[in-house]
């Protein structure tokens, strides 16, 4: 079973930084599709960044330039440095890992998330 916990979160002044990380566990993490996800108060959750097993990261508009995904498989972790953090970043952080099923699909499995709240 994939179990993954974030960390990293909590309260930033606007302008601020945070580095989310993401560490799995039951799973080979490589080979997963990783990703960021937040979901604000009264929102629908949204994509913030995903980064592919093979690399080449994506990133949702509304964080471009601002926010990079990385991951070490060495370290079974993913991470989301943060930048120039605006109260419109507020929100819960949820990590996302897709598990290949052996050609038949993936296995979504998420974290329990960890709140950021960006406010002077």
């Known amino acids: 079973q994939v179990h993954l916990v974030e960390s990293g979160g909590g309260l930033v002044q606007p302008g601020g930084s945070l580095r989310l990380s993401c560490e799995t566990s039951?799973?080979?993490?490589?080979?997963?599709?990783m990703s960021w996800h937040r979901q604000a108060p009264g929102k629908e959750r949204e994509l913030v960044a995903g980064i592919p097993a093979d690399g080449g990261a994506h990133y949702a508009d509304s964080v471009e330039g601002r926010f990079t995904i990385s991951r070490n498989d060495a370290k079974d972790t993913v991470y989301l440095q943060m930048n120039d953090l605006t109260p419109v970043d507020t929100a819960v952080y949820y990590c996302?890992?897709?598990?290949?099923?052996?050609?038949?699909?993936?296995?979504?499995?998420w974290g329990q998330g960890t709140q950021v709240t960006v406010s002077s």
């Open positions: 039951g799973t080979i993490f490589e080979r997963n599709d």
């Open positions: 996302k890992a897709e598990e290949p099923q052996g050609g038949i699909g993936v296995l979504d499995s």
